[in-house]
């Protein structure tokens, strides 16, 4: 049921969303696992998410908002110097309620994770 409310979210076709592995639903700041879509419950407060430090050609993750609360209580994926976002160290707040955001490893360590969706 969790993989058909994120497809809906993704608005990606459902055969590759059966490739993709969800996550346990987190309500505390936690390291998010490479292929897998994190839910993050934020309704008690800011969430903070640290990139996987595992990298390979190929890995990705993801975050949802299992709660639709981000509006209100965010989300932010915490990149830094050693783990960036498409060439920044800068986190990257998840403030749209319902939002989902796909990250896939660029291979480049200077270029990190690079946003898909």
Do not use: H, Y
């Amino acid at each position: 049921m969790a993989t058909k409310k994120i497809a809906a979210k993704l608005s990606i076709p459902k055969g590759i969303v059966a490739a993709m592995e969800v996550d346990t639903e987190v309500s505390a700041n936690v390291t998010a696992q490479i292929n897998k879509i994190l839910p993050v419950n934020s309704t008690s407060g800011t969430r903070t998410i640290t990139p996987p430090t595992t990298t390979q050609n190929g890995a990705w993750f993801g975050v949802v908002d299992s709660r639709n609360k981000f509006d209100t209580q965010n989300c932010v994926v915490n990149f830094s110097a050693d783990n960036k976002l498409q060439t920044s160290s800068s986190p990257l707040t998840l403030s749209v309620e319902g939002q989902c955001a796909i990250f896939v490893w660029s291979g480049v360590p200077a270029a990190g994770w690079l946003r898909i969706v």
